[in-house]
């Protein structure tokens, strides 16, 4: 493993340097491979911090899942089971960076989040909102490199711009990993399960997926209508083609992406506003 690839890893593993609540966390990460505690000790440890919980409960509000009105952490951790929850409370921290400084980001993942719902509810496919967490979160990466690697996400810039390649290109280039393999290393450190670390670790290549290829194809189509659609800015304005193993997993026909596309297309201006809303209540008031 080179230096820079290792460094990287060391910082995903150490959760002292991210923006997160190690101590909510640690308690989390316990509580949750402990059969004999219940979601409502679980809720309450979350409920015990205003700002995250407020955090949590913004997210699960938010178009990717089509609730609204959950008004406790409790009613959440119901809806959308324990693992959802856990990443959200993991990743809200992240994501109030991404809504503040990485604001076409957030946009891209939320409508990322969306889309893949969308999907797996006309595939009529089990854990839809996990699939929509894996979405939300699928680059996650991007933000560990440009918050702790700045002068790397600096010539990441240059060198996509220069010789006309993908982010993705370019992370593989210069770094010697990529922001789904950072993003799988920060998920496993945070113990969240499989199901969820496989679809971030393995988007771009699905063929790689091993235990949850469907839902893997799922994220991949999503981040690709999004892209397609212009919705927020994921780092670079290139649209992969969808990945055929992706197409022939899902079965998707041309009548029924017609749909998709045409329910995304409300969806995104939901999402807009409420994007619009974060932002106008993160902004400083004078």
Known sequence: MTDKRSAIKDITKDTRTLPTLPGIITKLNSMSVNRKVSVQEMARVVSSDQVLSARVLRLVN????????????????????V????????????FEIMEKTV???????????????????????????EISTAALLHDIGKVIIKIKCEDDYGQLMEVMEKKDISMLDAERELLDTDHTEVGAWLTKSWFLPDKLIEPIACHHDVERAVNHQIKTAVVH????????????????????????????????????????V??????????????LEIQATDAPHS
Not at 62 to 73: A, E, L, M
């Open 103 to 129: 604001v076409g980001l957030w946009e891209h993942s939320l409508g990322t989040g969306i889309a893949a719902n969308i999907i797996a509810r006309r595939l009529c496919l089990p854990d839809c909102e």
């Open 62 to 81: 938010s178009p990717s899942y089509g609730f609204y009105r959950v008004s406790t952490i409790s009613n959440a951790m119901i809806l959308l089971g």
């Open 83 to 94: 693992d959802v929850v856990k990443s959200l409370t993991l990743s809200s921290s992240i």
């Open 262 to 275: 045409a329910e995304l297309e409300d969806k995104l201006i939901e999402a807009k506003n409420f994007s």
């Open 221 to 260: 189509l999503a981040d690709v209508l999004i892209k397609a659609s212009g919705f927020g800015f994921s780092g670079d304005d290139s649209v992969p083609p969808i990945n055929p193993i992706a197409w022939q997993k899902l079965g998707i026909n041309d009548s029924l992406l017609t749909e998709i």
